[in-house]
């Protein structure tokens, strides 16, 4: 059985750091691209960031450019998500997802998710 697990979500004010961290299980990880995504209330999901299973490629929405910053550790199958000079508008809640077949940022495409954690940044 898949399992996902984001932890590292919180409340915090605009302009502080927060990591994400989501540890998979029940797979091979490494095979994975590992994305994150994040869903803001009223609002449909919509990607984040991504990185791909082999060589570390990483893609990002322009919304977070600069300012988020994707990375995993096989060994520990975790993947991470950095984010830096957060915004009101970042508040959402953050999923992580997995894919085996290709590296995009279609919400369609990824096979398993997780339950996600809220993050709430303060004005």
């Known amino acids: 059985q898949v399992q996902l697990v984001e932890s590292g979500g919180g409340l915090v004010q ?3 750091s927060l990591r994400l961290s989501c540890t ?3 797979l091979f990880f490494s095979m994975y691209v590992m994305a994150w995504f ?11 960031a991504a ?13 977070v450019k600069g300012r988020f910053t994707i990375s995993r550790d096989n060994a520990r199958k975790t993947v991470f998500l950095q984010m830096n000079t957060l ?37």
């Not at 994040?38 to 984040?48: D, H, I, L, N």
């Not at 990185?51 to 919304?63: E, I, K, N, Q």
């Not at 999923?95 to 998710?113: G, I, M, R, T, V």
Request: glycine share 8%; with cysteine.
């Open 14 to 16: 605009a302009g502080d």
């Open 24 to 26: 998979a299980s029940g």
């Open 38 to 48: 994040r869903q803001a209330p009223g609002k449909e999901r919509e990607f984040v």
């Open 87 to 123: 915004k009101p508008e970042d508040t959402a809640v953050y999923y992580c997802a997995a894919d085996q077949s290709s590296f995009n940022k279609l919400e369609a495409e990824y096979d398993y998710w997780g339950q996600g954690t809220q993050v709430t940044v303060s004005s």
């Open 51 to 63: 990185m791909t299973a082999f060589d570390g490629r990483s893609s990002y929405a322009d919304s």
